[in-house]
């Protein structure tokens, strides 16, 4: 599986590099995506020439690559000695190669954005609006590109009449031949592969980076921002505002925007990815809504460029004005460049939108580190002598593993831990559930702490609640959302130790079970599978448990690890689901006439928790104080005095939420 593509290797300067990386299909997908595996190998690093020597400079290092050793290898496969100890015969097929548009239009040697810009498929370009229609799906089936010998015997005779006969490369002979399919007179490497049933057409692969994040949803999120310029008043300085109040999640999942999403200054295609998260929910039919904002929404508004596209201009246009001043056999006067905003249209016929239809970046960051350890002055041989070293010096690495030994002493009598600082946990099996400190150095007396916040809503009833929820756990019933009703007897006989050990909370936001069954007559087909909550605390709980009155008995303590919740309730008035395309809606529980705070705050055993969720505060109906207190324990510290009054779950943050909803 083959990668490349060119990254800047300086924050400033124009330092670059273009890397053609190499990895193994037969490894998992989790450990090549993590660079500290190692599993992306640098092939090559393809150096830079001008614009009309690209196609010939890309195949002569490919000419390198597949030499008849390696051809010979790819029919008849090698044998390899493998790691357990067997001897295997591997063959080292081409199964994908992965690449920008600028780049597969190189590999597959036809014009860049030409009459027919896919370098899978024959599609028109005046065709490709109409992503998602049986049309287009005809087209991409039917219309597949295949390397033959035909076309081998055209780019030859093209060949023969520009370097013997001196045709021009753009004449009207050569055009008559290579326009109808987008050919360029470049003979191709892997045609070198056809004689082994290979098509290297069908190697290329969709980007979803470079194709869809910074393709086709930023030419939406752009053209949406002109629509906010367009509008005026305070629209997009509320549009920022409510990017940098929507929570993170996970380590590198949803980020904090920190700077103006608005402006798209330094965003990376992770940042496009998160706008598109938070802004609106994935649908199915992508071309017919982009088709409808195009031709319905659009016309409404006469967009013009955004102050970054216009500087952008500005300066293209006086660099090019500068070049002209400097040619001394020019003529005409140069005309000044015009630093007005021009008209801007939403545009459909773009390559990035067809590839949508056929659905490696961390590599980039060793490269990087390599780069700032060279003098910047011919970096490129420097960097492929670091990859080497590296290599070597993990293969050493590996040689002494067995015999270097690493010992780490602790501290018996270390300081209690901050609850505000996270603890190191140590590795667990991935079979485990979840897993939570068992240390006993952050501990708050239960009495003391309800005192601390009397009249907090939070805390009413505490010490009852959490004896009600522990004794359903030692009995062994199902949860049930602490429903089950104890006498006073009962509760009495639950013991709790006058102190529980405080952890931090990873994150506050969680989904479980939903305990409404589906089959209720008035519960709607797409009602909302889960419960979500809100992580107060987590701690555990020494308790004993009196279950026999007799003094003969001896009752140990046992140890039960609770978190400490508050509860969100699903909006009746909101339909959501699949079949509606709208997220779900959700919002705290109020105060209730009969249960007062009941249903709001509980108790839950960590078990019961199926992972963490990613809630969207929804801006536009606002936020509210009534609800909590200003001061309350049940707000995180760096939380606002006021909650959002609805929320909306972000079922699209990763594949296994997406997953989860779909097959419920």
């Given at each position: 599986m083959?990668?490349?593509?060119?990254?800047?290797?300086?924050?400033f300067?124009n330092?670059?590099?273009?890397?053609?990386?190499t990895l193994?299909?037969?490894?998992s997908?989790?450990t090549?995506?993590?660079?500290?595996?190692?599993a992306c190998?640098?092939?090559?690093?393809?150096?830079?020439?001008l614009?009309?020597?690209?196609?010939?400079?890309m195949h002569?290092?490919?000419?390198?690559?597949?030499?008849?050793?390696?051809?010979?290898?790819y029919?008849?496969?090698?044998i390899?000695?493998?790691?357990?100890g067997?001897e295997r015969?591997?063959f080292p097929?081409i199964?994908?190669?992965?690449a920008d548009?600028p780049?597969k239009?190189?590999?597959?040697?036809?014009?860049?954005?030409?009459?027919c810009p896919?370098?899978?498929?024959l599609?028109k370009?005046?065709?490709?609006?109409n992503?998602g229609?049986q049309?287009?799906m005809k087209?991409?089936?039917?219309?597949?590109?295949?390397?033959?010998?035909?076309?081998q015997r055209?780019?030859?005779?093209v060949?023969i009449?520009?370097f013997?006969?001196g045709r021009?490369?753009a004449?009207?002979?050569v055009?008559?031949v290579?326009?109808?399919?987008?050919?360029v007179?470049?003979r191709?490497?892997?045609?070198?592969l056809?004689?082994?049933?290979f098509?290297?057409?069908?190697?290329?692969v969709?980007d979803?980076?470079?194709e869809?994040?910074?393709?086709v949803?930023?030419?939406?999120?752009?053209h949406?921002?002109?629509?906010?310029h367009v509008t005026g008043?305070?629209?997009v300085?509320i549009l920022?505002e409510?990017?940098?109040?929507?929570p993170?999640?996970g380590r590198?999942?949803i980020q904090?925007f920190?700077?103006?999403a608005a402006?798209m200054?330094?965003?990376?295609g992770?940042?496009?990815?998160?706008?598109?998260?938070?802004l609106t929910?994935?649908?199915k039919q992508?071309?017919q809504h982009l088709?409808?904002f195009?031709d319905q929404?659009?016309p409404?508004y006469s967009?013009k460029?955004?102050p970054?596209?216009?500087d952008?201009?500005?300066?293209?246009?006086a660099?090019?004005?500068?070049?002209?001043?400097?040619n001394?056999?020019a003529?005409?006067?140069?005309?000044?460049s015009?630093?007005?905003?021009?008209p801007?249209?939403f545009?459909?016929?773009t390559?990035k939108?067809?590839a949508l239809g056929d659905?490696?970046e961390?590599a980039h960051?060793?490269v990087k580190?390599?780069y700032?350890?060279t003098?910047k002055n011919?970096?490129?041989?420097?960097?492929?002598?670091l990859?080497r070293?590296?290599?070597l010096?993990?293969a050493?690495?590996?040689?002494?593993?067995g015999?270097?030994?690493?010992?780490q002493t602790s501290n018996?009598?270390a300081q209690?831990?901050?609850?505000?600082?996270p603890?190191r946990?140590p590795?667990?099996?991935?079979?485990?559930?979840?897993?939570?400190?068992?240390e006993?150095?952050?501990?708050?007396n239960i009495?003391k702490?309800?005192?601390?916040?009397?009249?907090?809503?939070?805390?009413?009833?505490f010490v009852?609640?959490?004896?009600?929820?522990l004794l359903?756990?030692?009995?062994?019933l199902?949860?049930?959302?602490?429903e089950q009703?104890?006498?006073?007897?009962?509760?009495?006989k639950v013991?709790?130790i006058?102190d529980?050990s405080?952890?931090?909370?990873?994150h506050p936001d969680?989904?479980t079970?939903?305990l409404t069954?589906p089959?209720?007559s008035?519960i709607?087909p797409?009602?909302d599978?889960?419960?979500y909550g809100r992580i107060i605390?987590i701690?555990?709980?020494?308790?004993?448990?009196?279950?026999?009155?007799?003094?003969?008995?001896v009752?140990?303590s046992q140890?039960?690890e609770?978190l400490?919740?508050?509860w969100f309730?699903?909006?009746?008035?909101y339909?959501?689901?699949?079949s509606?395309?709208?997220l779900?809606?959700?919002?705290f529980i109020?105060?209730d006439?009969?249960c007062g705070w009941?249903?709001a705050f509980?108790?839950l055993?960590p078990s019961?928790?199926?992972?963490?969720v990613h809630?969207?505060?929804a801006?536009h109906?606002g936020?509210?104080?009534?609800l909590l207190?200003y001061?309350?324990?049940a707000?995180?510290?760096?939380q606002?005095?006021?909650?959002?009054i609805?929320h909306?779950?972000n079922m699209?943050?990763?594949?296994d939420?997406v997953?989860?909803?779909?097959?419920k």
């Amino acid at each position: 599986m083959f990668w490349s593509d060119s990254t800047h290797l300086a924050s400033f300067g124009n330092a670059s590099l273009w890397p053609l990386y190499t990895l193994w299909g037969n490894q998992s997908k989790y450990t090549r995506a993590r660079p500290t595996a190692n599993a992306c190998n640098h092939q090559a690093y393809i150096p830079s020439m001008l614009t009309h020597l690209k196609h010939e400079l890309m195949h002569a290092v490919w000419g390198l690559l597949l030499m008849p050793e390696y051809i010979d290898t790819y029919t008849h496969g090698i044998i390899i000695k493998c790691f357990d100890g067997i001897e295997r015969r591997i063959f080292p097929h081409i199964l994908t190669y992965s690449a920008d548009y600028p780049e597969k239009i190189l590999l597959a040697t036809i014009k860049y954005l030409g009459g027919c810009p896919c370098p899978r498929c024959l599609v028109k370009k005046a065709d490709i609006p109409n992503l998602g229609l049986q049309e287009d799906m005809k087209t991409r089936e039917r219309s597949g590109r295949r390397d033959s010998p035909w076309l081998q015997r055209k780019i030859d005779t093209v060949r023969i009449w520009i370097f013997s006969k001196g045709r021009l490369v753009a004449g009207s002979a050569v055009d008559k031949v290579l326009k109808a399919e987008s050919l360029v007179p470049t003979r191709n490497t892997f045609s070198r592969l056809r004689t082994c049933g290979f098509n290297f057409y069908s190697m290329f692969v969709p980007d979803l980076l470079h194709e869809f994040e910074l393709g086709v949803w930023k030419a939406v999120f752009t053209h949406c921002v002109r629509i906010l310029h367009v509008t005026g008043g305070e629209t997009v300085s509320i549009l920022n505002e409510r990017f940098r109040k929507v929570p993170t999640f996970g380590r590198t999942t949803i980020q904090r925007f920190h700077n103006n999403a608005a402006t798209m200054k330094k965003l990376a295609g992770r940042d496009f990815e998160d706008l598109l998260q938070n802004l609106t929910q994935s649908t199915k039919q992508l071309g017919q809504h982009l088709r409808k904002f195009r031709d319905q929404l659009c016309p409404g508004y006469s967009t013009k460029e955004l102050p970054r596209e216009k500087d952008a201009r500005v300066r293209r246009m006086a660099a090019k004005s500068n070049g002209a001043q400097r040619n001394l056999e020019a003529s005409n006067p140069v005309p000044s460049s015009d630093t007005s905003p021009v008209p801007k249209l939403f545009n459909l016929v773009t390559y990035k939108l067809h590839a949508l239809g056929d659905y490696g970046e961390l590599a980039h960051r060793r490269v990087k580190r390599f780069y700032a350890r060279t003098n910047k002055n011919k970096y490129t041989c420097q960097v492929a002598k670091l990859e080497r070293w590296h290599w070597l010096m993990r293969a050493i690495r590996r040689l002494l593993n067995g015999d270097v030994a690493f010992t780490q002493t602790s501290n018996e009598h270390a300081q209690p831990l901050p609850i505000n600082i996270p603890e190191r946990l140590p590795p667990i099996s991935p079979q485990a559930h979840h897993q939570i400190s068992e240390e006993r150095r952050t501990w708050k007396n239960i009495y003391k702490f309800i005192s601390e916040h009397e009249g907090d809503p939070a805390v009413h009833n505490f010490v009852p609640r959490l004896k009600q929820h522990l004794l359903a756990r030692l009995r062994g019933l199902d949860y049930d959302g602490d429903e089950q009703q104890f006498t006073s007897d009962e509760l009495n006989k639950v013991i709790i130790i006058n102190d529980h050990s405080l952890n931090p909370r990873t994150h506050p936001d969680f989904i479980t079970p939903s305990l409404t069954e589906p089959t209720d007559s008035n519960i709607h087909p797409d009602h909302d599978p889960y419960w979500y909550g809100r992580i107060i605390a987590i701690f555990h709980v020494e308790v004993i448990h009196q279950e026999h009155n007799t003094v003969n008995v001896v009752n140990s303590s046992q140890r039960l690890e609770v978190l400490w919740v508050r509860w969100f309730g699903a909006d009746s008035n909101y339909r959501s689901g699949w079949s509606r395309r709208w997220l779900h809606h959700i919002g705290f529980i109020p105060e209730d006439d009969e249960c007062g705070w009941a249903d709001a705050f509980g108790f839950l055993n960590p078990s019961e928790v199926i992972r963490g969720v990613h809630l969207i505060p929804a801006f536009h109906f606002g936020q509210t104080d009534e609800l909590l207190p200003y001061d309350s324990v049940a707000r995180h510290p760096q939380q606002e005095s006021k909650d959002w009054i609805y929320h909306y779950v972000n079922m699209f943050v990763d594949r296994d939420m997406v997953m989860r909803y779909l097959l419920k």
